[in-house]
C-alpha cells in the first residue's frame, strides 16, 4: 500500500521529478532544483522512511515505486524525466521497469542495479542504532556520538541534516532507523533483471566504486537505450561534488 510522500515543486515545463539517497531527502537536491526551476516543473520528493514522508513498517523497492507512481498520478504527471540517486536510482529503475510508458527519459547517479556489499553502512547502521537521539540534550552530542562511530566528518554532516527538533526539548531522525536496519539487505540487494527500454542515462562518479567497467556489459544488456556518463574528479555523491555537470546532463535529456 502506498503512502502520500512530502513533495517540493517548483518551476513548469517538463517534468522532472528527482528521488535522493539513502539517510537523505529530497533537500539534497535543493540548489538543483531551485536552479533548474526556471527551465523545469522541478518535483523533489522525500521517499518513505525519510525526510518529511511518512514512516512505514516496511521499505522496499516496489513499495518505494508505488508511492511515487500514486504521486505522479495526483499530480498528472506524463513524459517525465525520473532522477535517482543511489537508492533513489534503483527506486527510479523499478519504477521503469512497472511504468515506463510515462517516462521521457530515466537518470540513474552513480548505482546500478546489481547486489551492493554493507561496506561502510554497517558503521552507519551501527551508530544511528545506537545514537538515542531522545536522550541527547544537543546536536553537539550527536554529532560527538557520530564522530566516535564515523569515521568520515562528511557523512557525520550529511547524517545531520536529518537531525531535528521533533520537540522543544527532544531530538530525533527524520528517517525511519529500525525498519532501514532491519531492511538494508533488501535495499542493497540486485534487483530483477527486467528490461528497462526508456531511454536511460547512467551517471558516475569517477572516483566512485558503485558502478565499475565490468557492470557496463550488464547495463547495456537489461537498459538496450542507455548511455554511462562519468564525471571524473566526483565520488558517489555526483551531484553534491558537480552539480553543474548533474544539472546540463538533465537538461540533455529534458
Known amino acids: 500500500m502506498s503512502v502520500e ?7 513548469s515545463g517538463t ?8 539517510f537523505g531527502s529530497g533537500d539534497n537536491f535543493g540548489s ?18 525519510h525526510g518529511r514522508s511518512p514512516h512505514t513498517e516496511r521499505i522496499t523497492y516496489p513499495l518505494m515505486a508505488e508511492d511515487v507512481h500514486a504521486l505522479v498520478t495526483k499530480l498528472g504527471l506524463k513524459e517525465i524525466v525520473l532522477v535517482g540517486h543511489s537508492m533513489g536510482g534503483k527506486t527510479a529503475i523499478t519504477f521503469a521497469q512497472r511504468w515506463p510508458e510515462l517516462l521521457k527519459h530515466l537518470v540513474v547517479i552513480d548505482i546500478g542495479p546489481r547486489e551492493y556489499p554493507i561496506g561502510d553502512h554497517a558503521a552507519i547502521i551501527a551508530a544511528l542504532a545506537s545514537s538515542d537521539p531522545a536522550s541527547k540534550g544537543s546536536r553537539k552530542e550527536m554529532e560527538d556520538h557520530l564522530s566516535a562511530l564515523i569515521p568520515e566528518p562528511g557523512v557525520v554532516q550529511f547524517l545531520m541534516k536529518s537531525l531535528y527538533w521533533e520537540q522543544p526539548d527532544r531530538l530525533g531522525w527524520r528517517f525511519n532507523v529500525p525498519v532501514l536496519q532491519r531492511d538494508m539487505d533488501h535495499i542493497l540487494a540486485a534487483m530483477g533483471p527486467e528490461v528497462v527500454r526508456v531511454p536511460t542515462l547512467f551517471i558516475r562518479g569517477g572516483k566512485s566504486g558503485y558502478i565499475t567497467r565490468e557492470d557496463l556489459p550488464q547495463l547495456k544488456e537489461q537498459f538496450p537505450q542507455s548511455r554511462v556518463e562519468t564525471v571524473p574528479y566526483a565520488g558517489h555523491w555526483v ?3 558537480a552539480p553543474e555537470e548533474v544539472m546540463d546532463f538533465i537538461r540533455s535529456v529534458a
Not at 517534468?15 to 539513502?22: D, F, N
Not at 531551485?34 to 518535483?43: G, H, K, N, P, Y
Open 32 to 49: 538543483i532544483g531551485r536552479t533548474l526551476s526556471a527551465e523545469f516543473d522541478m518535483v523533489l520528493v522525500d521517499e518513505r522512511d
Open 239 to 241: 551531484h553534491a561534488q
Open 5 to 11: 510522500l512530502f513533495y517540493r515543486r517548483e518551476g
Open 15 to 22: 517534468p522532472v521529478v528527482v528521488l535522493h539517497g539513502l
